[in-house]
C-alpha cells in the first residue's frame, strides 16, 4: 500500500512538472535582427520590402510597429505608429548636438512626444537624431524588469549648416 502511495505521488509530481507548473519557464529564444540596411542608408530596398523580408522568414518583433518614417532634410523627422487599441506610445527623439562647436550631451532625449504622428523638427544642431517608440504594453520577454515593447529608428542627421 505505501509502495503505490508513492508511486502515485511520483507519478503525480512528474505530471506537474511536465505540465509546466512549478518552478521557472521554460526561456524562449526569438530570432531577431538590431540593425539593417535599407534605401534610407547604404542598403539597396525600401524599409517595407526589408520588414516584410523579415517578418516571412519568422523574424520576431519588438511589439511595436511603425506605418511611416518620414525625413525631410533641413525640415523634419516624423515617424507613424501602427497603434493598436487600448496602448499608449510616447516617442523621445534622441540625439546628440553639436554645442558651441563642441560635442554636446551624447544620447539626450531632445522631445518627447505622445503625438501620432510624431513630429521633431531639426534646428541644425544635431549631429544625429532617432525616435524611440515606447509603448504602454509590458515586454513579454524583456531585457529587465519593467521592459515595455518598443521600437527603434535608424540615426538621421540633419543637412542644414
Known amino acids: 500500500m505505501l509502495r503505490s502511495l508513492i508511486l502515485l505521488a511520483a507519478l503525480a509530481l512528474a505530471w506537474w512538472i511536465a505540465a509546466g507548473c512549478g518552478g521557472e519557464p521554460e526561456p524562449r529564444w526569438y530570432r531577431g535582427n538590431t540593425h539593417t540596411h535599407t534605401l534610407w542608408s547604404d542598403g539597396d530596398a525600401a524599409p517595407e520590402v526589408v520588414a516584410d523580408w523579415y517578418v516571412s522568414r519568422g523574424y520576431a518583433s519588438s511589439g511595436v510597429f511603425l506605418e511611416h518614417v518620414e525625413r525631410v532634410p533641413s525640415g523634419h523627422l516624423a515617424v507613424t ?22 560635442l554636446g550631451p551624447v544620447g539626450e532625449v531632445l522631445a518627447e512626444t505622445s503625438d501620432n504622428p510624431a513630429v521633431y523638427e531639426l534646428d541644425g544642431s544635431e549631429l544625429y537624431v532617432r525616435a524611440k517608440v515606447i509603448s504602454s504594453r509590458d515586454h513579454p520577454n524583456p531585457y529587465a524588469a519593467g521592459d515595455k515593447e518598443c ?9 542644414a549648416p
Open 81 to 102: 505608429i501602427a497603434a493598436e487599441q487600448g496602448l499608449t506610445y510616447t516617442t523621445q527623439f534622441v540625439g546628440t548636438r553639436s554645442v558651441a562647436g563642441a
Open 151 to 159: 521600437a527603434w529608428v535608424q540615426p538621421v542627421t540633419s543637412s
